[in-house]
């Protein structure tokens, strides 16, 4: 297997290894924000490092066309998906009174002495997430479809555009908490949108995907003879 194709599978190892830093890891001194981000950066950086090793070393291959945009969707659906839970059974800690401002789910990980509950906020609201899921369903299913027709659908620079808004929201979304040393509420609004910012682009990009290779979907909709 060439280089650039072992570099761009790494992503498929290196996902679940950030869904469980973030997921498993304590809360307390911000581990699991740590260590989820450090693994998060490392995946984003083979996605770039791939493509130059691909040109650099001429491999490019069409195992590599097809692998690449897999697990750049495999990697960063997954730990957006992780997000929606709290980090390390704890999340940000919010009040009763608090979490209904929030576009966050809010889950009870606890009870405290005296009684009252314990709960916790996941980092990423579910709708843009969910937005987001279904767009790279969406894609993925269309490309697959044209591909059996020999079919080849033009990639678009808004494409990459939203991939890198994506692991943008991803990285800074989990830094914050690591950097600023303490989870407060303003980073679970800034999550919030961030979130949607990524979502709303990646909804846009699709839309321009389909209407520029609205004459290759034509051809792939014609009967075969």
Known sequence: MLLADRITLARLFIAPAAVAAYLLLPVDGQACFWAAGWICGLAEMTDWLDGKVARARNEVSDFGKLADPFCDVFYRMLAYLALLLPAGGVGYAVSAAGAAGLQ?????VGTAADGSAI?????MPW??????VMREIVQGAVRAMCAARGLVLAARTSGKVKAWVQGAVLIIAIGLPAVCFGRQ????HAAAWGCWAAAVLSLGSLAEY????????????????
């Open 127 to 132: 709708l843009p997430v969910v937005l987001m």
């Open 185 to 188: 509420e303003w980073m679970l």
């Open 119 to 123: 709960l916790g906020a996941g980092l």
């Open 104 to 108: 966050q789910s809010v889950y009870l």
């Open 210 to 225: 389909l209407w520029v290779n609205r004459g290759v979907l034509a051809a792939l909709a014609r009967r075969s003879p």
